[in-house]
């Protein structure tokens, strides 16, 4: 049965393409009496290559760059070093960005807004034939942003899937091989039983979406980091969390070997007067993922959270100390991009030393995920926390 997930399209059927029906020997019996049992296998036309496009974006010494924020963050981000939110700068910022001479080597995939996808670089490149030429995958945020959940302790539920399939299918004939849905969980909030529920699947619905053309879903529930609340706190809601994550994608017929995963790391409300050191945070989140994540899946790329660059880098390096069944590993946006932003700060000539920065964040993660990280020679800026309340994007 295993087998037939992974064959390619051109030896599937129709019958195999929506499901087929299994059924036991005739002479199979209940309690004596004869019975006929049957359940669906979903077999996807892209499976071979979910499997395969997985496995690359978490390749040793590889993490995600997440350059996905929406025109309207992308907006507060130029904001802040004195730019105008205007197509030609978020242009010009991506262009630094996916042009990061030697950047492949550190980096495997990169989530991209739409604008992004379909635009160029100011050269007139487009952006995803940049990242292709420097061995780094396309990926695509295919969420439509959180909105009020009725019914609930003012928590958040994720729209965007209306439309789904056919966004999905027009995002891989433009090259995007994987896809990015976010959703949240708050703690200060709850969480409640019902914005578990939604989130876990809305998640298993989107990922099911995603396969079924083309792309490789990146499953995110963040944990928010508001509140005052302890690191155990933290765990025994990560453990909620991803236990009905994973019974929906289950439910869904979600091919584990053709996911990736964006969990937070299990750390203190940023509020919490008890802060954790990286080997807590690697404790209690090995912990968690021991837990609750299959060994199927192949990559686990954490985000950020609103820690520092310097941080979010120890926190890795701190669980790849040890041999685990999974590829532990980053997809991080303003922990890498941070410093490179407000060197760069709008002028053209800056841009070759801010490309540096980006690289030199991208080479520590890089070792982190090797565990191979030391932290020496880290910046005055890239120690800065980054913690916003509330945040979204």
């Known amino acids: 049965m295993a087998a037939s997930l992974l064959k390619s399209p051109a030896l599937l059927n129709r019958s195999e393409l929506f499901g087929q029906s299994v059924r036991p020997p005739s002479s199979a019996s209940f309690h004596g009496h004869p019975t006929t049992v049957s359940f669906t296998v979903k077999a996807s036309a892209y499976a071979d290559e979910l499997v395969k496009t997985a496995k690359t974006v978490a390749s040793p010494g590889r993490g995600i760059l997440a350059m996905d924020e929406s025109n309207a963050t992308c ?31 550190y980096i495997s995939g990169a989530i991209l807004f739409e604008e992004t996808l379909y635009q160029s670089t100011v050269d007139g490149k487009k952006m995803v034939d940049v990242l292709v030429e420097q061995n780094i995958m396309p990926g695509i945020k295919v969420d439509k942003g959180l909105v009020p959940l009725a019914g609930s302790n003012n928590e958040s539920w994720c729209q965007g899937l209306d439309g789904l399939a056919s966004r999905c299918a027009a995002y891989y004939q433009q090259g995007a091989r994987f896809a990015k849905w976010r959703t949240v969980v708050s703690i200060p909030n ?47 809601v990560a453990l909620k969390v991803w236990a009905e994550v994973f019974f929906y994608l289950a439910e869904n017929s979600v091919l584990f070997e053709g996911i990736l995963l964006k969990p937070s790391m299990v750390t203190p409300g940023a509020e ?20 609750r994540i299959p060994p199927a899946v192949p990559g686990i790329m954490f985000l950020s959270g609103g820690q520092s660059e310097v941080e979010a880098t120890l926190n890795l390096n701190a669980m790849n100390q040890q041999p685990n069944p999974w590829h532990v590993s980053f997809s991080y946006a303003r922990a890498l991009q941070n410093t490179c932003l407000k060197t760069w700060g709008g002028r053209p000539e800056n841009v070759k030393v801010a490309q540096v920065a980006l690289l030199m964040r991208a080479k520590s993660n890089s070792l982190a995920q090797l565990g191979k990280y030391i932290g ?17 994007y």
């Open 272 to 291: 919490c007067k008890e802060k954790a050191t990286p080997e807590q945070v690697a404790e209690y989140t090995l912990k968690f993922l021991q837990r």
């Open 75 to 105: 907006g507060k981000r130029l904001a802040s070093i004195g730019l105008e939110n205007t197509e030609a700068n978020r242009q010009a910022y991506r262009t630094l960005l996916v042009s990061v001479p030697g950047i492949g080597q």
């Open 190 to 236: 709850g969480p409640s039983a019902l914005a578990v529920k939604e989130a876990a699947w809305g998640l298993a619905r989107y990922a099911a979406i995603a396969q079924d053309n083309g792309l490789v879903p990146i499953v995110e529930p963040e944990i928010l980091l508001d509140g005052d609340h302890g690191i155990d706190r933290t765990f025994e």
């Open 376 to 392: 020496e020679g880290e910046s005055e800026e890239a120690k800065k926390g980054m913690f916003v309340k509330g945040y979204v």
